[in-house]
């Protein structure tokens, strides 16, 4: 076989393994869709789950889903961002640089339902916080740290060093380089990040049984005192999400309609997760025009 012919071969392969790819992504957004979106409506967008009654919604579970993330981000995301700067634009190659990148790649490789159960016997149980939202978002920052920090830490190395270099001959200091030059330029990737790891929050469950609980007490929607035991902005309440919900609706489901509920709660996760990314990517693009005045 000559040269052509086998880059030809080559080139064949690679394109029938991309089509597969997207072929499989296809057949299960499509799967679920298809089956999931005649049973979502409004009044199963805005009711309460049911426990034994047909009928039920996932208003309570899609909130918490949403708020969940929220919190997450809100305590991830800055430890994160300051990890990744350290280690792109300060840290030293010696051995103190080298632990903190084994502890990242160690501790994104642990299992869920691990980091779930270190957070139900620390938190719950030995700090007392008990299933609440806040002990999840803590237990779902074990997950985010790593995924954040390496995209935050390889998005400011791609960005060219001849952009640092211009920023200091122009009398800036070091971090006012990083934080006027440097981040807006590296802004599109750590986007990236956030999104990737915002829908593996979102869809997390096993480490939320042992942490945030799978029960969704009634709460006032109107009641806007983040102390009150009934305000929906309580951190301390537990709160079943709407992964968790799909699954204990298929495991411990005794509704008529559990098939339907959960065909329809899947599908929500989908769309919410979807357009998540869209709305996140508008707006990283949006910033970063803003930010670097590019057209």
Not at 262 to 288: E, Q, T
Request: glycine fraction near 8%.
């Amino acid at each position: 076989m000559n040269s052509k012919a086998a880059n030809n071969v080559a080139t064949g392969v690679i394109y029938l393994l991309v089509t597969a790819v997207v072929g499989i992504l296809v057949f299960l957004l499509g799967y679920i869709l298809v089956t999931g979106i005649p049973h979502v409506s409004m009044h199963f967008l805005t009711s309460a789950a049911q426990s034994f009654k047909a009928g039920g919604g996932i208003r309570d579970q899609l909130f918490n889903s949403l708020y969940l993330l929220v919190l997450t981000l809100i305590i991830s995301f800055p430890i994160a961002l300051g990890s990744g700067i350290y280690l792109s634009e300060y840290a030293p190659n010696n051995w103190f640089t080298s632990l903190i990148r084994t502890a990242i790649e160690v501790l994104s490789s642990l299992p869920s339902v691990v980091v779930g159960l270190f957070g139900y016997l620390v938190f719950v149980i030995k700090f007392n916080v008990g299933f609440s939202i806040l002990a999840g978002a803590i237990a779902l920052t074990f997950f985010n740290l790593p995924l954040l920090t390496r995209s935050i830490e390889e998005s400011l190395e791609d960005v060219p060093d001849l952009q640092r270099e211009s920023g200091l001959s122009l009398g800036l200091s070091r971090w006012k380089t990083i934080t006027g030059i440097v981040f807006p330029a590296a802004l599109p990737g750590i986007l990236t990040g956030i999104i990737l790891s915002a829908g593996r929050v979102f869809g997390e469950a096993a480490a939320l049984i042992y942490t945030a609980g799978q029960s969704a007490p009634i709460v006032s929607y109107s009641n806007w005192n983040p102390f009150s035991p009934t305000s929906f902005l309580n951190p301390m309440r537990p709160a079943e999400t709407l992964a968790v919900h799909i699954w204990k609706v298929n495991t411990e489901g005794v509704t008529p309609d559990a098939l339907q509920i959960s065909s329809g709660a899947s599908a929500v996760l989908i769309v919410v997760i979807l357009l998540f990314n869209l709305g996140a990517r508008y707006l990283g693009n949006w910033m970063f025009k803003k930010m670097t005045a590019a057209k």
